[in-house]
Nanobody, 118 residues
């Protein structure tokens, strides 16, 4: 499974960005998709996740500002980020939990930089 992320960049405080992550590759069954982020010197943290049935979960720090969604026809997950703050600055990584063959495994994108300037 290959993951291609896009949509990161530089934005001012209060601005918005939309991240996309498209999955492709071997025949697989998607189980869940998520976005993580990692800032310099900090551990990787879960930002938002969406299950196969559409259930969502958000970190407290982004709830109400970020929205995760997916397009099953395109095997793509999105992260709409509004009211961005400097503390949202990080590398954002797409994660997909998928079944390939009969093996459930986690797959990661290469990451996309989000920088929020004050």
């Amino acid at each position: 499974v290959q993951l291609a992320e896009s949509g990161g960049g530089l934005v001012q405080v209060g601005g918005s960005l939309r991240l996309s992550c498209a999955a492709s590759g071997s025949i697989f069954t998607m189980n869940a998709m998520a976005w993580y982020r990692q800032a310099p010197g900090k551990p990787r943290e879960l930002v938002a996740a969406i299950t196969n049935s559409g259930g969502t979960n958000y970190a407290d720090s982004v709830r109400g500002r970020f929205t995760i969604s997916k397009d099953n026809t395109k095997n793509t997950v999105y992260l709409q980020m509004n009211s961005l703050k400097p503390e949202d600055t990080a590398v954002y990584l797409c994660n997909v939990r998928a079944i390939v063959g009969m093996v459930l495994d986690d797959y990661w994108g290469q990451g996309t930089q989000v920088t929020v300037s004050s």
